[in-house]
């Protein structure tokens, strides 16, 4: 180690901010918990905003009390999963902690995701009972008898509407494509009707700090998806710890914009979970483009703003901008992806607030590394530091194991009580992941004398567009079932607002022609938009190791090249 410095030394404890502490004194309480505590404490307090109408947050733990009361009565009770299928609405944070008040595991699914995907998510997850959204409805109807879904709730983006736009909206929904008829079905039931019909009395549930409360999906080096186990001590401790490392904000003093997706863990812990265990207001933005984003906070105001790099480049680009006054925010916070160090100057120049970039995964809830916030060096390129009461190393890539010198290049690997319980139903790949008490990132990183980790490369061959994780077997699995395909590989190339997107190199079967924009539509079929590859391209063969494993990384030099 240079100058003696060890990981076992915590070198970054020197940088923390001023009264964030290495260790906090974490509280056994759930996030429904926290709930009824805030709704104790600020029970007039603007909890949610959506388009402006907006619900306090003693009508938000009453609306939680009512829908954990309906689930019940669907015979919904402890250790049941039950799947949520909707953009950041009302309904989505409503139905989250109903769900895990009632000792049940809430399974958060991507809209975005085709049938095929969703199937798959639900049946693993064994979803007993679907949330979901009108414009999804008659989808999910004809996918259910695939699924051992027995129930489906809708709701609408009118459901919560203020004046005049609730008068409109039954008016002009339907021709914007912002609603729709869900048809008649058995055990089909809307949202509005189900709510009117409850009181707000739910049964007790005991509930253990260790209890999963949600299966978050991921991906991983093979590609499967995995079911990440996160208990109510995991989901707790984690906004614990986020508020921890941001000393200067108070609670019920803040406004939260709601824009990262609720139905990623990201979005998840930070834009809806931490605000509500702060008491901030929550402004909530279904979809997170640039019009939309400039919008919500010219009219609502944040103060904080957690985003991924496509959404502060799509701002910083788009023209109305110029006339949005951005000088509510004070913080905001940023991670997924590299933050461009010009991005970050002009954003922070638009709004006088401070960016702070950090880093995490499903798998640890997902916060690990941080940069200070305030009166500590941020470095430009940095993940950060490790949060409290979270350790982290470098260790070597082939053996696990083994400490690296401060500076030299290896796996980052962390310790903390964010860190998952496992995946579900997959011991092999849990017991790799968390080989010796340590989370294994897959991520190719190193940590320089301040104790500040740097991502060099992803160890895992994972896109990331847009904010959302691609992982090429996916993609690669749907090429393979076109009949003129016989090999193809995916990989991520640079994309000036995505950060990535996808590339597939495609050898066709012998005498078989095809196009860009035929094999495009094929997989329109079985991916999400956002997984959608933007370049095809055709070879005779693609580079292989001489055991027959394709070289991504020379694919990945090559169109770097050009």
Known sequence: ???????????????????????????????????????????DKMALNFQGYTINYRELNNMVNNFAACLNSFGIKKG?????LLPNLIPCVVSYYA???LGGIAVMNNPLYSDRELEYQFNNSGSKLLITLDLLGNR?????????????IYTSIGDYLPFPKNILFPLVGKKKGLAADVKPSDSVYKWKDLLSKHFPAPPRVS???DDVAMYQY???????????????????????????????FNRGEEVMLGAL?????????????????????????PKPQPEPLLEAIGKFRPTFAPLVPTMYIGMLNNPLINKTDMTSIKGCFSGSAPLPVEVIRDFEKKTGAVIVEGFGMTESSPVTHVNPFAGGKRKVGSIGLPISDTESRIVDLNDGKTDLPVGEIGELIVKGPQVMKGYWNIPEETANTLAGGWLHTGDIAKMD?????????????????????????????????????????????????????????VVLKEGETATKEELIEHCKKSLATYKLPTEIEFREELPKTNVGKVLKKNLRAESAIK
Do not use: C
Not at 1 to 25: A, C, F, H
Not at 80 to 84: F, K, N, R, T, Y
Not at 140 to 152: A, F, V
Not at 218 to 243: E, F, W
């Open 261 to 285: 997706p609720f139905f990623h863990v990201f979005g998840l812990t930070v834009a809806m979970n931490f605000s509500i265990y702060m008491g901030w207001g929550d402004v909530l933005v």
């Open 218 to 248: 991921t991906g991983g080096t093979t590609g499967v998806s995995k079911g990440v186990m996160l208990t109510h001590a995991n989901l707790s401790t984690q906004v614990q710890q986020v508020r921890a490392w941001f000393p200067k």
């Open 140 to 152: 999910m109807i004809d996918l259910r008898p695939k699924t051992g879904i027995k129930q489906i």
């Open 449 to 505: 004398d301040d104790g500040y980790f740097f991502i060099v490369d992803r160890k895992k061959d994972m896109i990331i567009s847009g904010g959302y994780n691609v992982y090429p077997r996916d993609v690669e699995e749907v090429f393979f079932e076109h009949p003129k395909v016989q090999e193809a590989t995916a990989i991520g190339i640079p994309h000036p607002v995505r950060g990535e997107s996808v590339k597939v190199f």
């Open 1 to 43: 180690m240079t100058k003696g410095i060890s990981y076992q030394d915590k070198p970054w404890l020197k940088n923390y901010e001023d009264g964030v502490p290495e260790n906090i004194r974490i509280e056994k309480a759930s996030l429904p918990d926290f709930l009824d505590r805030t709704a104790k404490d600020f029970p």
């Open 207 to 209: 509930i253990s700090f």
């Open 80 to 84: 049941d999963s039950v799947a949520i």
């Open 99 to 101: 769900i895990i008040k």
